[in-house]
């Protein structure tokens, strides 16, 4: 089955770039879907489609995919960004959605 | 406003059955996919089952529930459900239904808890 590599843990200084990488098999030759989740809350989708960002998410997020690895970007990081982050693709070989083992995001 | 609203979770025994109902509104429900998606507690998010929009198109299910759980839909009450028999301690988390099916999931619910214990 398909397997998406998150870092556990990545930490950041408030109004610096948080990178989060999502690692997979050629996962470039996929869609990635990146959601934020707050403690208490229900998952939010911040990204689309590798790099789509949903109407209301702040242009602060980003992302890109290229080879095997997928990449969510936080821009000028504030004290709210502070969340679980996870990668999710669709595995078409198995017909199955795959999520990440998900990032905590620490904003120092 | 788009509202996704679960209900039936509770504590149930090894071995026991419990459904769960997800009631949809604020959107054409019959237009959308639709996905159950569970967390076990302090863990991460596992997708469990994906569902087409009239249910013949496609019925997906994660290996680990298999055999075991069976989602559906009732498109003239705005329902999706997921019938989970056979439970074992390793299916208990708070479970999602979420807008999207074969589409990123742009819509939560807020997650019904379910506890398998003896």
């Known amino acids: 089955s398909y397997v998406l590599a998150q870092p556990p843990s990545v930490s950041v200084a408030p109004g610096k770039t948080a990178m989060i990488t999502c690692g997979g098999n050629?996962?470039?030759?996929?869609?990635v879907h990146w959601y934020q989740q707050k403690p208490g809350q229900a998952p939010v989708l911040v990204i689309s489609?590798?790099?789509d960002r949903p109407s209301g998410i702040p242009e602060r997020f980003s992302g890109s995919n290229s080879g095997n690895t997928a990449t969510l970007t936080i821009s000028r990081v504030e004290a709210g960004d502070e969340a679980d982050y996870y990668c999710q693709v669709w595995d078409s070989s198995s017909d199955h959605w795959v999520f990440g083992g998900g990032t905590k995001l620490t904003v120092l | 406003e788009v509202q996704l609203v679960e209900s039936g979770g509770g504590r149930v025994k090894p071995g026991g059955s419990l459904r769960l109902s997800c009631a949809a509104s604020?959107?054409?429900?019959?237009?959308?996919?639709m996905n159950w998606v569970r967390q076990t507690p302090g863990k991460g998010l596992e997708w469990v089952s994906s569902?087409?929009?009239?249910?013949?198109?496609?019925?997906y299910y994660a290996d680990s529930v298999k055999g075991r759980f069976t989602i559906s839909r009732d498109n003239s009450k705005n329902s999706l459900y997921l019938q989970m028999n056979s439970l074992r301690a390793e299916d208990t988390a708070v479970y999602y239904c979420?807008?999207?099916?074969?589409?990123?999931?742009?819509?939560w619910g807020r997650g019904t808890l379910v506890t398998v214990s003896s």
């Open positions: 979420a807008v999207g099916g074969g589409d990123p999931s742009n819509y």
């Open positions: 489609y590798d790099s």
């Open positions: 604020g959107f054409t429900f019959s237009d959308y996919g």
């Open positions: 569902i087409s929009t009239s249910s013949s198109n496609y019925i």
């Open positions: 050629n996962i470039g030759g996929k869609s």
